[in-house]
């Protein structure tokens, strides 16, 4: 046996436990998925083939167009809202003073808290005898006293404020990453330049961050997509549907209806989303970039 | 040559840094609360402001007596060290043969692994399930390690391939004359100098791992295998009073360990997300 066919035979067998596992736990459950979509099943009864018939009923289903509704709010905040202030605590964090080793570790500190624990705190902090309303109490605005998480105005709105408290920390660190790495010197020359604070960061700093940008924004949109453990545990969804999102809409579609072809469509449509949209994001991104 | 520093960006303002202290209050208080409120006497519990006056430890008591939260704990680091095992193991395996094997048939290979990254957990969930009673791995730790591993693949391939680029070929190629076969070569000679991408493989799934609720969720019934997470929401939701001392015991004891491990490591922690991040 010659040297080459060895070789190769013995990358075969390396990448042989990798592709398996891949492939019998996710490409194939995969595929099956997107047939299970196509049928009416209910997991006693053999699947049935319907067509399109799950795809028609998704865009009927007011608690599904509520969740799609959610998610996509969701990701608009982390893109318009959640980046710029990740990046603003990043650049802060950049600076040189005593404490910043302590809170560059507080601000990640969340990261390390589940969001099921997370839910639980915030939860008790925010339900209507906790610490948020006390403290309102206390400085005198009764008005501003409500039900946090019971109000179909607020629940969304809080919810996605505490997945802020959660990540926000992570996308700093990282953007913090990409500060370091932007040479000292075009900093430096560009200051004998007479260039501003607000011009380094605008023609230097920004455009040379660019690739950093497209890895937080990947990760918040499709963290964003796949929110689950929030609003399942503070809510259920509730009140109403005001909190749902689409994968809790997945989950409830098959364990509360038992249709999990439906459930199926939906979760394919959640994926199509996810890719259209990092498509977008990673093609607008991308453009932007430049080399350092 | 310009060396690898913790560069320092301008000094800060004294008004800047207040600011910031100001706001991480907001980060550090409620992780300040869950172990303070898991202390506290329950009538005691809804002054929030109020600090244990001694440390009460009934709660603890009475989750440990209502809930095996023991075998918990020990289900979840089974389950999380099991995963990270095997994840190092199958994935640094298929960077080193997608880096270093010349055939197309490896960077097909390489893009087929990759498209795993956006099929959501939920998409796959009920063929998952029926594969899992087809393959009687349904209701057993196993099948979470299987489905972490499988699930981290994409990504942990992606960091070991572009990782290997960093690994000289002169290193292998004296190794090969020496004698020394393919399976020894890897695990005593490149595996080492992988150690960096493997760092970051761990870091970047640990807590991912310890704190995921949907999949043990889905796959798990037998309260003697479930882990921390479904736990505390089971627990959460069979007590519909207000009892929430023993949930914040349970919360506390979940997160504990993480957060330890946290503080004592992050300087390689951090260190290990930006390599991640950055060259990924």
């Known amino acids: 046996m010659n040297m080459n066919r060895k070789g190769l035979l013995a990358g075969i067998a390396f990448a042989a436990p990798a592709t398996i596992l891949f492939s019998v736990f996710v490409a194939y459950p995969f595929l099956q998925s997107i047939y299970y979509s196509f049928t009416q099943w209910d997991s006693i009864r053999p699947p049935v083939y319907t067509g399109l018939e799950n795809y028609k009923e998704l865009f009927k289903d007011s608690k599904m167009i509520q969740a799609f509704n959610n998610t996509l709010k969701m990701t608009i905040f982390g893109i318009v809202v959640q980046n710029p202030l990740a990046l603003l605590l990043a650049v802060l964090l950049n600076r040189k003073f005593r404490t910043k080793a302590f809170l560059r570790t507080v601000f990640y500190m969340p990261v390390v808290v589940s969001l099921v624990v997370t839910s639980v705190v915030w939860g008790n902090i925010l339900q209507y005898d906790g610490l948020v309303n006390y403290l309102l109490t206390q400085l005198g605005l009764e008005s501003a006293v409500m039900d946090w998480l019971g109000n179909i105005n607020t629940v969304f709105p809080t919810i996605i404020l505490l997945t802020q408290w959660q990540a926000l920390g992570y996308c700093a660190v990282i953007y913090l990453a990409g500060l370091q790495s932007i040479p000292q010197e075009l900093y430096e020359a560009s200051t004998i330049d007479g260039a501003s604070g607000f011009r380094q960061f605008r023609y230097i700093t920004f455009p040379l961050l660019m690739p950093v940008v497209t890895i937080v924004l990947f990760l918040t949109i499709v963290g964003g997509l796949k929110l689950f453990d929030l609003p399942y545990v503070m809510t259920n969804g509730g009140p109403g549907s005001a909190s749902y999102t689409m994968t809790l809409a997945i989950y409830v579609a098959a364990f509360g209806n038992n249709t999990y072809g439906y459930a199926t469509a939906a979760g394919i449509v959640l994926m199509i989303f996810i890719m259209i949209v990092t498509f977008l994001q990673l093609h607008f991104t991308r453009k932007q970039e430049v080399e350092a | ?280």
């Open chain 2, 1 to 280: 040559m310009r060396t690898m520093r913790w560069q320092q960006g301008r000094q800060a303002s004294l008004a800047t840094e207040i600011v910031l202290i100001l706001i991480s209050l907001l980060f550090l208080y409620p992780v300040f609360y869950l172990f303070m409120a898991s202390l506290k006497r329950p009538e005691d519990f809804y002054n929030p402001l109020k600090l244990p006056s001694y440390l009460y430890v009934r709660h603890y008591a009475k989750a440990f007596s209502q809930i095996d939260v023991f075998q918990g704990f020990l289900n979840t680091l089974a389950v999380c060290i099991g995963s990270l095992f095997c994840i190092v193991i199958v994935a640094s395996m298929a960077g080193y043969a997608i880096a270093r094997q010349q055939n197309r048939g490896f960077q097909l290979l390489f893009y087929f692994l990759l498209s795993g990254m956006i099929i959501p957990v939920q998409t796959n969930m009920f063929p998952l399930f029926r594969l899992g009673v087809d393959l009687h791995l349904i209701d057993t730790r196993t099948f979470l390690i299987l489905l972490y591993t499988a699930g981290t693949i994409p990504f942990a391939t992606f960091l070991y391939t572009g990782f290997m680029k960093s690994v000289p070929r002169e290193v292998e190629e004296s190794a090969s004359i020496d004698g020394c076969g393919k399976f020894r070569l890897f695990w005593w000679i490149v595996f080492p100098l992988l150690l960096p991408a493997t760092g970051t493989v761990v870091i970047t799934n640990i807590f991912g791992f310890w704190n995921d609720l949907i999949t043990p969720l889905l796959y798990l019934k037998d309260p003697a295998k479930m882990t921390l997470m479904p736990q505390i929401v089971q627990f959460k939701a069979n007590n519909q009073s207000i009892d929430y001392g023993p949930i914040f015991a349970m919360c506390s004891i979940s997160t504990l360990p993480l957060l330890l491990l946290f503080v004592f490591t992050q300087k390689y922690m951090l260190r290990g997300l930006i390599v991640g991040s950055v060259k990924g």
